[in-house]
Protein backbone atom coordinates (compact mmCIF):
# COMPACT_ATOMS: atom_id res chain seq x y z
CA UNK A 1 0.00 0.00 0.00
CA UNK A 2 0.87 3.36 -0.88
CA UNK A 3 0.58 4.54 3.00
CA UNK A 4 2.74 2.42 4.59
CA UNK A 5 6.05 4.25 2.49
CA UNK A 6 4.95 7.54 4.33
CA UNK A 7 6.64 7.79 7.36
CA UNK A 8 5.02 10.87 10.26
CA UNK A 9 8.09 12.47 11.58
CA UNK A 10 8.44 15.98 13.41
CA UNK A 11 10.65 19.25 12.02
CA UNK A 12 13.39 18.09 14.54
CA UNK A 13 13.30 14.65 13.46
CA UNK A 14 13.21 15.36 9.76
CA UNK A 15 16.23 18.11 10.70
CA UNK A 16 18.02 15.27 12.08
CA UNK A 17 17.47 12.71 9.22
CA UNK A 18 18.87 15.26 6.82
CA UNK A 19 22.77 15.52 8.96
CA UNK A 20 22.50 11.73 9.15
CA UNK A 21 21.80 11.26 5.55
CA UNK A 22 25.24 13.69 5.08
CA UNK A 23 27.40 11.36 8.03
CA UNK A 24 25.82 7.90 5.76
CA UNK A 25 26.75 9.75 2.41
CA UNK A 26 30.44 10.05 4.10
CA UNK A 27 30.14 14.56 3.51
CA UNK A 28 30.25 15.38 7.31
CA UNK A 29 32.04 13.19 9.73
CA UNK A 30 30.26 11.94 12.80
CA UNK A 31 31.99 15.09 15.39
CA UNK A 32 30.59 17.65 12.69
CA UNK A 33 27.21 16.17 12.82
CA UNK A 34 26.70 16.05 16.85
CA UNK A 35 28.11 19.96 16.83
CA UNK A 36 25.71 21.09 14.48
CA UNK A 37 22.68 18.77 16.29
CA UNK A 38 23.70 19.79 19.74
CA UNK A 39 24.17 16.06 20.31
CA UNK A 40 26.73 14.13 22.08
CA UNK A 41 29.10 11.10 19.34
CA UNK A 42 27.37 8.42 21.43
CA UNK A 43 24.32 9.60 20.51
CA UNK A 44 24.98 10.15 16.74
CA UNK A 45 26.50 6.67 16.87
CA UNK A 46 23.24 5.26 18.06
CA UNK A 47 21.16 7.32 15.71
CA UNK A 48 23.36 6.04 12.50
CA UNK A 49 23.76 2.63 13.95
CA UNK A 50 19.52 3.04 13.77
CA UNK A 51 19.19 4.07 10.71
CA UNK A 52 21.31 1.57 8.67
CA UNK A 53 19.10 -1.11 10.79
CA UNK A 54 15.62 0.13 9.67
CA UNK A 55 16.12 2.94 7.15
CA UNK A 56 14.11 6.70 7.43
CA UNK A 57 11.85 5.43 9.85
CA UNK A 58 14.79 5.27 12.71
CA UNK A 59 15.07 8.49 13.24
CA UNK A 60 11.70 8.17 15.13
CA UNK A 61 11.50 7.11 18.88
CA UNK A 62 10.58 4.05 19.35
CA UNK A 63 7.87 4.43 21.90
CA UNK A 64 5.15 6.59 19.43
CA UNK A 65 2.77 5.49 18.95
CA UNK A 66 2.21 2.70 21.99
CA UNK A 67 0.59 3.64 25.03
CA UNK A 68 2.50 5.27 28.12
CA UNK A 69 3.54 2.53 30.77
CA UNK A 70 2.40 5.40 33.35
CA UNK A 71 -1.04 5.42 31.65
CA UNK A 72 -3.53 5.16 34.23
CA UNK A 73 -6.24 2.02 33.29
CA UNK A 74 -9.18 2.68 31.09
CA UNK A 75 -11.86 1.82 34.15
CA UNK A 76 -10.07 4.81 36.40
CA UNK A 77 -10.83 6.88 33.46
CA UNK A 78 -14.92 5.49 33.42
CA UNK A 79 -14.82 6.32 36.84
CA UNK A 80 -13.85 9.62 36.88
CA UNK A 81 -16.08 10.39 33.89
CA UNK A 82 -19.13 9.47 35.97
CA UNK A 83 -18.04 10.96 39.35
CA UNK A 84 -18.18 14.44 37.19
CA UNK A 85 -21.31 13.82 35.64
CA UNK A 86 -23.18 12.63 38.15
CA UNK A 87 -21.55 14.39 41.55
CA UNK A 88 -19.06 17.16 40.82
CA UNK A 89 -21.01 18.91 37.48
CA UNK A 90 -19.44 22.06 36.87
CA UNK A 91 -16.17 21.28 38.43
CA UNK A 92 -12.84 23.00 36.65
CA UNK A 93 -9.99 20.33 36.32
CA UNK A 94 -8.44 21.32 39.40
CA UNK A 95 -10.77 21.38 41.62
CA UNK A 96 -12.35 18.27 40.16
CA UNK A 97 -8.57 16.63 41.07
CA UNK A 98 -9.06 18.06 45.04
CA UNK A 99 -12.10 16.20 45.53
CA UNK A 100 -11.47 13.19 43.38
CA UNK A 101 -8.81 12.85 46.34
CA UNK A 102 -10.04 14.25 49.38
CA UNK A 103 -13.46 12.74 48.94
CA UNK A 104 -13.17 9.50 46.52
CA UNK A 105 -9.66 8.26 47.31
CA UNK A 106 -8.80 8.91 43.63
CA UNK A 107 -5.28 10.73 42.58
CA UNK A 108 -5.57 12.03 38.97
CA UNK A 109 -3.88 15.30 37.79
CA UNK A 110 -5.74 18.30 36.65
CA UNK A 111 -4.44 18.03 33.14
CA UNK A 112 -5.02 14.42 32.80
CA UNK A 113 -8.39 15.16 33.99
CA UNK A 114 -8.98 18.05 31.43
CA UNK A 115 -7.75 16.27 28.67
CA UNK A 116 -10.68 13.56 29.81
CA UNK A 117 -13.16 16.09 30.16
CA UNK A 118 -12.15 17.65 26.66
CA UNK A 119 -12.18 14.37 24.79
CA UNK A 120 -15.89 13.39 25.84
CA UNK A 121 -17.22 17.00 25.32
CA UNK A 122 -17.88 17.53 28.74
CA UNK A 123 -15.64 20.89 29.06
CA UNK A 124 -14.33 23.00 26.39
CA UNK A 125 -11.11 24.93 25.93
CA UNK A 126 -11.51 28.72 26.00
CA UNK A 127 -8.63 31.13 25.66
CA UNK A 128 -9.76 34.71 26.75
CA UNK A 129 -8.15 37.64 25.47
CA UNK A 130 -7.28 39.84 28.12
CA UNK A 131 -7.09 43.90 27.94
CA UNK A 132 -3.55 44.97 29.15
CA UNK A 133 -3.44 47.44 32.25
CA UNK A 134 -0.64 48.98 34.18
CA UNK A 135 0.50 46.85 36.93
CA UNK A 136 0.98 47.87 40.39
CA UNK A 137 3.33 46.76 43.12
CA UNK A 138 2.21 45.17 46.19
CA UNK A 139 2.37 47.02 49.58
CA UNK A 140 5.16 45.69 51.01
CA UNK A 141 3.60 44.79 55.31
CA UNK A 142 0.73 42.78 55.94
CA UNK A 143 -1.87 45.64 57.16
CA UNK A 144 -0.84 48.53 55.16
CA UNK A 145 -3.32 48.13 52.74
CA UNK A 146 -7.00 45.81 53.07
CA UNK A 147 -8.89 45.72 49.63
CA UNK A 148 -13.03 44.86 50.65
CA UNK A 149 -16.32 44.63 48.53
CA UNK A 150 -19.75 43.12 48.39
CA UNK A 151 -20.40 40.34 45.63
CA UNK A 152 -24.31 39.89 45.21
CA UNK A 153 -24.88 36.07 43.89
CA UNK A 154 -26.74 33.27 43.95
CA UNK A 155 -24.02 31.69 46.64
CA UNK A 156 -26.53 28.77 47.51
CA UNK A 157 -27.80 28.27 43.85
CA UNK A 158 -31.67 28.54 44.54
CA UNK A 159 -31.41 26.18 47.78
CA UNK A 160 -31.72 29.46 49.59
CA UNK A 161 -32.20 33.55 49.52
CA UNK A 162 -29.56 35.32 47.51
CA UNK A 163 -26.85 36.52 49.63
CA UNK A 164 -23.99 39.18 49.84
CA UNK A 165 -20.10 38.06 50.25
CA UNK A 166 -18.82 41.08 52.28
CA UNK A 167 -14.78 40.38 51.89
CA UNK A 168 -11.55 41.69 52.54
CA UNK A 169 -8.24 40.84 51.05
CA UNK A 170 -4.42 41.91 52.41
CA UNK A 171 -2.79 43.58 49.65
CA UNK A 172 0.67 42.34 50.75
CA UNK A 173 -0.18 38.59 51.23
CA UNK A 174 -3.74 37.49 50.07
CA UNK A 175 -4.77 37.07 53.67
CA UNK A 176 -8.57 36.74 53.08
CA UNK A 177 -11.85 37.42 55.64
CA UNK A 178 -15.86 37.11 54.59
CA UNK A 179 -18.76 36.82 55.50
CA UNK A 180 -22.51 36.48 54.43
CA UNK A 181 -24.99 39.26 54.54
CA UNK A 182 -28.53 39.59 53.58
CA UNK A 183 -27.25 42.96 51.44
CA UNK A 184 -24.86 45.28 50.87
CA UNK A 185 -25.13 48.13 53.22
CA UNK A 186 -23.98 50.43 55.78
CA UNK A 187 -24.42 48.29 58.19
CA UNK A 188 -23.18 44.80 57.17
CA UNK A 189 -19.78 47.02 56.19
CA UNK A 190 -19.90 47.81 59.70
CA UNK A 191 -20.31 44.43 61.46
CA UNK A 192 -18.01 42.74 59.07
CA UNK A 193 -15.26 45.51 59.58
CA UNK A 194 -15.54 44.91 63.34
CA UNK A 195 -15.34 41.01 62.93
CA UNK A 196 -12.14 41.54 60.43
CA UNK A 197 -10.38 44.23 63.29
CA UNK A 198 -11.18 41.69 66.42
CA UNK A 199 -9.68 38.55 64.43
CA UNK A 200 -6.58 41.00 62.55
CA UNK A 201 -6.34 44.36 64.35
CA UNK A 202 -6.97 47.92 62.55
CA UNK A 203 -4.87 48.45 58.92
CA UNK A 204 -3.27 51.54 57.48
CA UNK A 205 -5.43 51.47 54.53
CA UNK A 206 -8.47 50.20 52.86
CA UNK A 207 -9.22 49.91 49.13
CA UNK A 208 -13.32 50.46 48.26
CA UNK A 209 -15.33 51.38 45.18
CA UNK A 210 -17.73 54.25 45.08
CA UNK A 211 -20.72 52.53 46.06
CA UNK A 212 -22.81 54.55 48.11
CA UNK A 213 -22.53 52.44 51.07
CA UNK A 214 -18.88 53.91 51.20
CA UNK A 215 -18.77 57.17 49.03
CA UNK A 216 -21.62 59.59 49.95
CA UNK A 217 -23.34 61.23 46.84
CA UNK A 218 -24.69 64.16 48.59
CA UNK A 219 -23.73 67.50 47.85
CA UNK A 220 -21.98 69.61 50.55
CA UNK A 221 -23.41 72.34 52.18
CA UNK A 222 -22.73 76.25 52.94
CA UNK A 223 -20.60 74.73 56.37
CA UNK A 224 -19.06 71.90 54.18
CA UNK A 225 -17.85 74.69 51.61
CA UNK A 226 -16.24 77.29 54.33
CA UNK A 227 -14.32 74.35 55.83
CA UNK A 228 -13.02 72.61 52.31
CA UNK A 229 -14.77 69.56 53.28
CA UNK A 230 -16.91 67.05 51.38
CA UNK A 231 -19.66 65.15 52.82
CA UNK A 232 -18.63 61.77 54.14
CA UNK A 233 -20.61 58.73 54.24
CA UNK A 234 -21.46 56.91 57.70
CA UNK A 235 -18.73 54.21 56.64
CA UNK A 236 -16.09 56.93 55.49
CA UNK A 237 -17.07 58.96 58.93
CA UNK A 238 -16.69 55.71 61.61
CA UNK A 239 -13.20 54.93 59.05
CA UNK A 240 -11.74 57.85 59.89
CA UNK A 241 -12.90 58.41 63.46
CA UNK A 242 -10.37 54.74 63.78
CA UNK A 243 -7.73 56.45 61.89
CA UNK A 244 -8.00 54.13 58.60
CA UNK A 245 -7.58 55.74 55.45
CA UNK A 246 -9.96 55.28 52.79
CA UNK A 247 -8.73 55.01 49.13
CA UNK A 248 -11.31 55.43 46.34
CA UNK A 249 -11.44 53.21 43.49
CA UNK A 250 -12.35 54.41 39.64
CA UNK A 251 -12.47 50.75 38.20
CA UNK A 252 -13.09 47.60 39.25
CA UNK A 253 -9.99 46.43 37.34
CA UNK A 254 -7.84 49.07 40.10
CA UNK A 255 -9.07 47.06 42.99
CA UNK A 256 -8.15 43.63 41.15
CA UNK A 257 -7.45 41.69 43.62
CA UNK A 258 -10.79 41.35 45.41
CA UNK A 259 -12.34 40.91 42.01
CA UNK A 260 -10.22 37.89 41.20
CA UNK A 261 -10.70 36.80 44.70
CA UNK A 262 -15.06 36.97 43.99
CA UNK A 263 -14.13 34.80 40.87
CA UNK A 264 -12.17 32.36 42.44
CA UNK A 265 -14.67 31.66 45.42
CA UNK A 266 -17.53 31.39 43.27
CA UNK A 267 -16.19 28.65 41.65
CA UNK A 268 -14.94 26.94 44.15
CA UNK A 269 -16.70 28.20 47.32
CA UNK A 270 -19.97 27.46 45.84
CA UNK A 271 -19.19 23.96 45.07
CA UNK A 272 -17.88 23.38 48.61
CA UNK A 273 -20.85 24.25 49.77
CA UNK A 274 -23.09 22.51 47.28
CA UNK A 275 -21.68 19.29 48.42
CA UNK A 276 -22.53 20.00 52.25
CA UNK A 277 -26.00 20.67 51.32
CA UNK A 278 -25.77 24.22 52.75
CA UNK A 279 -29.44 26.24 52.41
CA UNK A 280 -29.41 29.22 54.76
CA UNK A 281 -26.85 32.45 55.65
CA UNK A 282 -26.02 31.04 59.54
CA UNK A 283 -24.68 27.69 57.87
CA UNK A 284 -23.24 29.10 54.95
CA UNK A 285 -21.50 31.91 57.49
CA UNK A 286 -20.46 28.50 59.83
CA UNK A 287 -19.41 27.12 56.73
CA UNK A 288 -16.91 29.99 56.23
CA UNK A 289 -15.14 29.65 59.31
CA UNK A 290 -13.49 26.32 58.80
CA UNK A 291 -13.15 26.97 54.32
CA UNK A 292 -11.43 30.51 55.34
CA UNK A 293 -8.62 28.50 57.20
CA UNK A 294 -7.94 25.99 54.49
CA UNK A 295 -8.05 28.81 51.72
CA UNK A 296 -5.72 31.06 53.80
CA UNK A 297 -3.16 28.12 54.41
CA UNK A 298 -3.23 27.20 50.44
CA UNK A 299 -2.88 30.85 48.89
CA UNK A 300 -1.11 33.29 51.40
CA UNK A 301 2.05 33.91 50.87
CA UNK A 302 4.80 35.80 52.29
CA UNK A 303 4.77 39.89 52.37
CA UNK A 304 7.89 41.24 50.72
CA UNK A 305 8.79 42.37 53.99
CA UNK A 306 8.45 41.36 57.25
CA UNK A 307 5.84 42.64 59.78
CA UNK A 308 2.44 43.27 60.73
CA UNK A 309 1.10 47.02 60.72
CA UNK A 310 -2.62 45.90 62.02
CA UNK A 311 -2.87 48.19 65.20
CA UNK A 312 -4.84 46.89 68.47
CA UNK A 313 -7.98 48.01 69.22
CA UNK A 314 -7.35 50.82 71.38
CA UNK A 315 -8.50 50.08 75.21
CA UNK A 316 -10.89 53.36 75.28
CA UNK A 317 -11.88 53.08 72.15
CA UNK A 318 -15.88 52.20 72.19
CA UNK A 319 -16.40 50.26 68.66
CA UNK A 320 -19.79 49.98 69.40
CA UNK A 321 -20.20 53.96 69.39
CA UNK A 322 -17.88 54.25 66.51
CA UNK A 323 -18.69 51.65 64.26
CA UNK A 324 -23.08 52.63 64.20
CA UNK A 325 -24.96 54.94 61.99
CA UNK A 326 -25.48 58.47 63.73
CA UNK A 327 -28.47 60.98 63.01
CA UNK A 328 -28.74 64.29 64.41
CA UNK A 329 -32.73 65.17 65.46
CA UNK A 330 -34.15 68.40 67.16
CA UNK A 331 -35.50 67.88 70.59
CA UNK A 332 -38.87 69.24 70.69
CA UNK A 333 -40.23 71.42 73.24
CA UNK A 334 -42.39 68.00 75.00
CA UNK A 335 -38.96 65.74 74.79
CA UNK A 336 -39.70 64.13 71.94
CA UNK A 337 -38.01 63.22 68.55
CA UNK A 338 -39.02 62.09 65.08
CA UNK A 339 -36.81 59.39 63.40
CA UNK A 340 -37.61 56.73 60.69
CA UNK A 341 -41.26 57.73 60.70
CA UNK A 342 -41.52 56.92 64.98
CA UNK A 343 -41.87 59.61 67.55
CA UNK A 344 -40.03 58.89 70.36
CA UNK A 345 -39.76 60.64 74.17
CA UNK A 346 -36.97 61.15 76.08
CA UNK A 347 -37.93 60.43 80.01
CA UNK A 348 -35.77 62.41 81.53
CA UNK A 349 -34.54 66.13 81.42
CA UNK A 350 -32.49 67.22 78.75
CA UNK A 351 -30.25 70.27 78.64
CA UNK A 352 -29.46 70.95 75.09
CA UNK A 353 -31.74 71.33 71.64
CA UNK A 354 -29.92 68.28 69.80
CA UNK A 355 -29.72 64.64 70.51
CA UNK A 356 -27.61 61.83 68.37
CA UNK A 357 -30.01 58.92 67.62
CA UNK A 358 -27.40 55.87 67.03
CA UNK A 359 -28.17 52.55 65.16
CA UNK A 360 -25.68 49.72 66.15
CA UNK A 361 -25.25 46.72 64.13
CA UNK A 362 -26.62 44.82 66.82
CA UNK A 363 -30.22 46.15 66.21
CA UNK A 364 -30.18 48.37 68.96
CA UNK A 365 -31.02 52.47 68.86
CA UNK A 366 -29.69 54.82 71.22
CA UNK A 367 -29.92 58.08 72.16
CA UNK A 368 -27.08 60.51 73.25
CA UNK A 369 -26.91 64.18 74.38
CA UNK A 370 -23.84 65.56 75.41
CA UNK A 371 -21.77 61.99 75.61
CA UNK A 372 -24.61 60.54 77.89
CA UNK A 373 -27.12 57.65 77.14
CA UNK A 374 -30.67 58.88 77.83
CA UNK A 375 -33.29 56.35 78.91
CA UNK A 376 -36.41 57.10 76.25
CA UNK A 377 -39.87 54.94 75.26
CA UNK A 378 -41.40 54.68 71.85
CA UNK A 379 -44.55 56.51 71.64
CA UNK A 380 -46.61 53.85 69.59
CA UNK A 381 -50.19 56.04 69.29
CA UNK A 382 -51.19 59.42 69.83
CA UNK A 383 -52.50 60.81 72.57
CA UNK A 384 -56.85 61.02 72.29
CA UNK A 385 -58.93 63.75 72.94
CA UNK A 386 -61.57 63.26 75.03
CA UNK A 387 -64.93 64.08 72.55
CA UNK A 388 -67.10 65.75 75.35
CA UNK A 389 -64.41 67.73 76.23
CA UNK A 390 -63.86 68.69 72.99
CA UNK A 391 -67.49 69.24 71.91
CA UNK A 392 -67.79 71.67 75.14
CA UNK A 393 -65.13 73.44 73.57
CA UNK A 394 -66.58 73.57 70.34
CA UNK A 395 -69.74 75.02 71.64
CA UNK A 396 -68.85 77.23 73.87
CA UNK A 397 -70.41 80.88 73.57
CA UNK A 398 -68.51 83.68 71.14
CA UNK A 399 -67.41 86.38 73.42
CA UNK A 400 -70.14 89.33 73.85
CA UNK A 401 -69.19 92.67 71.99
CA UNK A 402 -69.52 95.78 74.42
CA UNK A 403 -71.15 98.57 72.23
CA UNK A 404 -70.88 101.84 74.25
CA UNK A 405 -74.02 104.51 74.36
CA UNK A 406 -74.04 107.82 72.49
CA UNK A 407 -73.22 109.78 75.75
CA UNK A 408 -70.48 107.53 76.39
CA UNK A 409 -67.00 109.65 76.67
CA UNK A 410 -65.06 107.97 73.62
CA UNK A 411 -68.12 108.85 71.32
CA UNK A 412 -68.59 112.66 72.85
CA UNK A 413 -64.77 113.39 72.14
CA UNK A 414 -63.82 111.28 69.31
CA UNK A 415 -60.32 113.54 68.48
CA UNK A 416 -59.42 113.48 72.17
CA UNK A 417 -59.47 109.43 72.31
CA UNK A 418 -57.56 109.04 70.02
CA UNK A 419 -54.45 109.91 72.04
CA UNK A 420 -53.99 107.57 74.75
CA UNK A 421 -51.43 109.07 76.47
CA UNK A 422 -52.64 110.26 79.88
CA UNK A 423 -50.81 114.16 79.95
CA UNK A 424 -52.02 114.39 75.72
CA UNK A 425 -55.76 114.01 76.66
CA UNK A 426 -56.04 116.46 80.11
CA UNK A 427 -54.04 118.96 77.41
CA UNK A 428 -56.49 118.95 75.08
CA UNK A 429 -59.61 118.95 77.38
CA UNK A 430 -58.10 121.96 79.24
CA UNK A 431 -57.82 123.80 75.46
CA UNK A 432 -61.69 122.78 74.48
CA UNK A 433 -62.80 124.23 77.45
Same mark, same amino acid.
Given at each position: ??????????? !???????????????????????????????????????? !???????? !?????????????????????????????? %???????????????????????????????????????????????????????????????????????????????????????????????????????????????????????????????????????????KLPK???? !?????? %???VIHA??????????????????????????? %?????????????????????????????????????????????????????????????????????????????????????????????????????????????????????????????????????????????????????????????
Amino acid at each position: MAGEDIIMVSQ !RELKRLHIIQKVLNEKLSQVEAGEILLLSDRQIRRIVSKI !RQEGDKGI !RHGLRGKPSSRMLPKKVKEKAIKFYREKYK %GFGPTLLSEKLLELEGIKISKETLRNWLIETGDWEKVRKSRTHRQWRERKHYFGEMVQMDGSHHDWLEGRGNELVLMAYIDDATNTIFARFYDYEGTIPAMDSFKRYIKRHGIPISIYLDRHTTYKSTGKPTIEDELANKLPKSQFE !RALEEL %GVIVIHAYSPQAKGRIERLFKTLQDRLIKEMRLK %GIRTKDEANEFLKHYLKGHNKRFVFKPAKEGDLHRGIPKDADIDRILCIKTKRTLRNDFTISHDGNLYQITERVNGKEVIVEERVDGSMHIICDNRRLKFKEITSRPVIDKVTEQKTIQSKPKKVCIPPKNHPWKRYPVINRYRHKDMRETLLTETS
